[in-house]
């Protein structure tokens, strides 16, 4: 199971990094585009879109990551201050409620993106299925339940931040 969540991690992280060069990219040669042959700007203004739909994913893709890093919201001045079998509770029952929510809003989501694929909703620049910005959400908090459920059976503590999850200084 350890193994399942580092390589997960492994995987997003190269997904994530790609993303975020593919918009710097972009956005980049789109610039240089408006800048050196304006006549072309009409070319590319696809590539706000793109960027956009491509934000929405690289957020929903980290809310695993971040969770397994320790990175998320916690309540650690309530929680220190308990006996070492209370905050082993507390936490298995935060994992257990938060894979139960979830799944749940996977669940919506993939509701959501059911509906729009048969409204036949495309995006104006890029001509694509709306359906494929509304994915991001049951997909990122499938990622998400799952980190849940891995930390809730033992195979990491998302409690202790990883030597990964470092700020910079």
């Not at 072309?40 to 990551?65: C, H, K, P, Q």
């Amino acid at each position: 199971m350890r193994q399942l969540g580092t390589l997960l991690e492994k995987i997003e992280e190269l997904l994530l990094a790609t993303i975020m060069l593919g918009m710097v990219a972009l956005y980049a040669s789109s610039i240089v585009i408006r800048e050196v042959v304006p006549t072309l700007s009409r070319n590319v203004a696809w590539v706000d879109e793109a960027t956009r739909y491509l934000m929405v994913w690289m957020v929903f893709l980290a809310l695993g990551i971040a969770l397994q890093r320790g990175r998320q919201i916690a309540m650690t001045s309530f929680i220190e201050p308990l006996p070492e079998a209370i905050r082993i509770l507390i936490g298995r029952v935060i994992d257990l409620v938060g894979l139960i929510f979830c799944l749940y809003i996977a669940w919506v989501g993939a509701s959501m993106v059911g509906k729009v694929a048969a409204s036949g909703q495309h995006s104006p620049t890029l001509g694509i299925s709306a359906a494929w910005l509304y994915m991001a959400l049951p997909v990122g908090f499938l990622l998400l339940a799952l980190r849940y459920g891995l930390s809730l059976v033992g195979a990491f503590d998302r409690r202790v931040v990883t030597e990964n999850s470092e700020l910079p200084q």
